[in-house]
């Protein structure tokens, strides 16, 4: 099969469910077993579990109010004596230090793939300072207008398409945070 069977599985499921076509799904039933359909099945699911953690996280993040939109890049010279897997622990460490709540991934610029990260964070304000250590970092606060919604749904299809590619390709991983954003406390005590 030219395409992973998880996938296949996945399509084959599709095509029966939305155009009730089953041949795809007998097909996939009559060369493998029920225990190899059964793990593909449980790949499909975890995939739909994780999309459905990362655009909740990212959901809250923006319902939250204090949201901003970072970007974080490398000097040559950072880039150069660190591995992939050392700048991941910079921007982890980072956000953890500045942010109640975030959601960040790896990401290359389209004309030289240079490294670089976005980041969809909670807080009211970040101490850049912190970062010129390491590069430059950019940051733009997300408000609640309908363009800002447009650009910021545009990130959370691009960030939860690009982790789950990367996870399943390269092994990078989404970074986040184990918190959860919660409303402030002008909301919890709010006259009605």
Not at 60 to 84: K, P, W, Y
Not at 135 to 141: F, N, P, V, Y
């Amino acid at each position: 099969m030219a395409i992973g069977l998880d996938k296949a599985l996945d399509h084959a499921n599709h095509e029966a469910f939305y155009k009730n076509d089953f041949r795809m799904l007998q097909e996939l039933n009559d060369c493998f077993s029920f225990d190899f359909l059964k793990c593909a099945a449980s790949i499909n699911k975890g995939n739909r579990k994780k999309t459905e953690r990362v655009k909740g996280k990212i959901g809250s993040i923006v319902e939250g109010g204090e949201c901003l939109f970072l970007t974080l890049t490398f000097t040559d010279d950072v880039l150069a004596r660190t591995s992939e897997e050392t700048r991941r622990r910079y921007v982890s460490r980072f956000l953890k230090r500045q942010c109640a709540c975030y959601v960040a991934n790896i990401d290359f610029g389209s004309k030289r793939e240079r490294e670089h990260y976005h980041a969809l964070v909670y807080a009211p304000k970040v101490d850049y300072t912190k970062w010129h250590k390491y590069g430059a970092i950019k940051g733009e606060r997300v408000r609640s207008t309908q363009n800002d919604a447009k650009r910021v749904s545009k990130y959370v299809t691009k960030l939860s398409r690009h982790a789950l590619k990367e996870t399943a390709g390269k092994g990078r991983r989404i970074i986040y945070s184990r918190n959860t954003v919660f409303l402030p406390p002008a909301f919890l005590f709010e006259d009605d």
